[in-house]
């Protein structure tokens, strides 16, 4: 876990970024208190250990490859997500349901108060202080040192990625990367963009309008819950710290994952 200290950051993007949607507006400011983060995705191995200790039950359907395209597969879970993976590469096929179960499990096992980051939390943690699109800069192109992104490997390795849109640059990961692999933003956090898209706490509203300023989670009468920053397999569109999508609380994703917060004493 890293602490990441109180400070404020203006949350979402201004209009002149490229690739940005109405979503990200408006532009807020946002002031929050110190909480820690997990340096890195919660892995396939802590993951494991849950399910194993706590006779934890996923659901057996998963949205993954099939041939060329993106499809829900049943048979697809965790611990088969239709590519090699090692106990070091991020947990994926999760849902938001699981992360929150797998946070519940972690407190009760340590005392501490671990739980999903807010979106505004993962978004000043992303940044790292910085105003750019992504922690590294403005240019899509230099994601490779940084982040496991759509790029020319995946392309060469990948069905159907030749139709994607690409990162103009070769990361050496055709689907995930074990956690840590590419450099840390300011804050000593890994793969806050790229590699998997992470959940966060709250539910999706398609505006900041009436937002909290304090960094609390934002709760919501709809059932979507927000993920954010990017995947192995996102365009440069994608992996931005702004960028928001939205998915129902039971699906999953062979290119989604998590990683926890922790209250701070």
Known sequence: MVVIPAGSFDMGSPDSENSRNDDE??????????????????????????????????????????GSRFEEQSGRNWRDIGFLQTTEHPASCVSWNDAKAYA???????????????????????????????????????????????????QTKVPGAS??????????????????????????????????????????????????????AWQGNTSGRVLRGGSWNSSPNLVRAARRCVNRPDERFSFVGFRVARILP
């Open 104 to 154: 519940n499990w972690l407190t009760h096992k340590t005392g501490k108060p671990y739980r999903l980051s807010s979106e505004a939390e993962w978004e000043y943690a992303a940044r790292g202080n910085s105003a750019s699109a992504r922690y590294w800069g403005d240019n899509p192109d230099e994601a490779c040192g940084f982040a496991n992104v759509a790029d020319f490997t995946a």
């Open 163 to 216: 139709f994607w849109l690409l990162h103009q640059c070769t990361d050496g990961f055709a689907y995930s990367a074990p956690v840590g692999s590419f450099k840390p933003n300011a804050f000593g956090l890994y793969d806050m963009l790229g590699n998997v898209t992470e959940w966060t706490e709250d539910s999706y509203h398609d505006s900041y309008q009436n937002a909290p300023l304090d960094g609390s």
């Open 25 to 66: 507006g408006p532009v807020h400011r946002v002031k929050l208190t110190a909480f820690a983060l997990g340096k890195t995705e919660v892995t396939r191995g802590q993951f494991s250990a849950f399910v194993r200790r706590s006779k934890y039950i996923t659901g057996d359907k998963c949205v993954t490859l099939n």
